[in-house]
């Protein structure tokens, strides 16, 4: 009886993989797709930094990419994993760190240096005071001075880029994973102690109930912001509006979407948290 050949080379292979998952993470970073939305918000945030130096009021749209760049990038890092085949939560976990803590360094460093290598040439320095002069003594980017500007630009557009990635794990990633795979996003959790036949509607009421919530969240405050108590009222006058007047109100219209996804929200995660208690309850009585 003769054994049977082990295969070194691919067992080696794998243990070296398994052992240095944050290496093969930041790697991921900078492959694929993600390497050329990554060079495409590197070259926005740089067209955001000239534009901002002639941009004494403001005004232009371009101006605020050197700020929005490092998100952009982290949060489509976060988004990929919506679609990909996953093992474990963990994955999502790593995924979630790394977008949140490596992506944006990997867009507002750069930046930054092409930032403060601009800076440098007098001919640079001159456009923005120049600006600042027709603009009655104002710059809406650079007002602060050449110094501060170079501290808030790393500083100001890496912590937005941490941010925006959590909002689009919580708003579009854990609620799809839910739905597409819900025993991944179960895994670990209190969930799984839910009955098989309704563990999976219960994961997906927790976590799409919790994107909803934190979306209508963020809808009130872009909007007016004003009690939910004033939801029936500012309805009225605002379908009034829009049928006698064919007027439209953003700002009412954002805050009335966001009360009815927080509304909806709340009501569809809570009835899965009740589920889970109760899914509890009885595996403590068992």
């Given at each position: 009886?003769?054994?049977?050949?082990?295969?070194e080379?691919?067992?080696?292979?794998?243990?070296?993989?398994?052992?240095?998952?944050?290496?093969d993470?930041?790697?991921?970073?900078?492959?694929?797709?993600?390497?050329?939305?990554?060079?495409?918000a590197?070259?926005?945030?740089?067209w955001?930094?000239?534009?901002?130096?002639?941009?004494?009021d403001?005004?232009?749209?371009?101006?605020?990419?050197?700020?929005?760049?490092?998100g952009?990038?982290?949060?489509?890092?976060?988004l990929?994993?919506?679609?990909?085949?996953?093992?474990?939560?963990?994955?999502?976990?790593?995924?979630?760190?790394?977008?949140?803590?490596?992506?944006?360094?990997?867009?507002?460093?750069p930046?930054?240096?092409?930032?403060?290598?601009?800076?440098?040439?007098?001919?640079?320095?001159?456009?923005?005071a120049?600006?600042q002069?027709?603009?009655?003594g104002?710059?809406?980017?650079?007002?602060?001075?050449?110094?501060?500007?170079?501290?808030?630009?790393?500083?100001?557009?890496?912590v937005?880029?941490?941010?925006?990635?959590?909002?689009?794990?919580?708003?579009?990633v854990?609620?799809?994973?839910?739905?597409?795979?819900?025993?991944?996003?179960a895994?670990?959790?209190?969930?799984?102690?839910?009955e098989?036949?309704?563990?999976?509607?219960?994961t997906?009421?927790?976590?799409?109930?919790?994107?909803?919530?934190?979306?209508g969240?963020?809808?009130?405050q872009?909007?007016?912001?004003?009690?939910i108590t004033?939801?029936?009222?500012?309805?009225?006058?605002?379908l009034h509006a829009?049928?006698?007047?064919?007027?439209?109100?953003?700002?009412d219209a954002?805050?009335?979407?966001?009360?009815?996804?927080v509304t909806?929200?709340?009501l569809?995660?809570?009835?899965?948290?009740?589920?889970?208690?109760?899914?509890?309850a009885?595996?403590?009585?068992?």
């Open positions: 009886m003769t054994d049977e050949p082990v295969d080379p691919a067992e080696e292979t794998l243990e070296e993989a398994s052992a240095h998952p944050w290496r993470e930041t790697r991921s970073l900078v492959s694929g797709v993600n390497l050329i939305v990554l060079i495409v590197i070259v926005a945030g740089i955001g930094v000239f534009d901002s130096m002639t941009d004494a403001g005004e232009r749209f371009a101006g605020n990419l050197f700020i929005a760049a490092p952009i990038y982290a949060g489509w890092c976060m990929e994993i919506a679609w990909k085949r996953l093992a474990s939560i963990g994955t999502v976990i790593m995924r979630l760190v790394s977008a949140c803590f490596f992506a944006p360094a990997f867009v507002a460093v930046v930054a240096v092409i930032q403060l290598i601009a800076v440098a040439f007098p001919g640079v320095r001159d456009a923005i120049d600006a002069t027709q603009n009655g104002f710059h809406y980017y650079w007002d602060a001075g050449i110094a501060e500007q170079l501290l808030l630009l790393p500083m100001g557009s890496y937005i880029g941490m941010c925006v990635p959590l909002g689009v794990a919580l708003i579009i854990l609620p799809v994973i839910s739905i597409r795979t819900p025993h991944i996003a895994q670990g959790s209190h969930l799984e102690k839910v098989s036949g309704k563990r999976m509607s219960t997906a009421f927790v976590f799409v109930g919790l994107g909803a919530t934190v979306l969240i963020g809808l009130w872009f909007g007016d912001g004003r009690s004033e939801f029936p009222e500012d309805l009225g006058r605002l829009l049928t006698t007047y064919g007027v439209f109100f953003w700002d954002v805050w009335l979407f966001g009360v009815v996804f909806a929200g709340v569809v995660m809570g009835w899965g948290c009740v589920r889970v208690m109760f899914a509890r009885h595996a403590q009585a068992d």
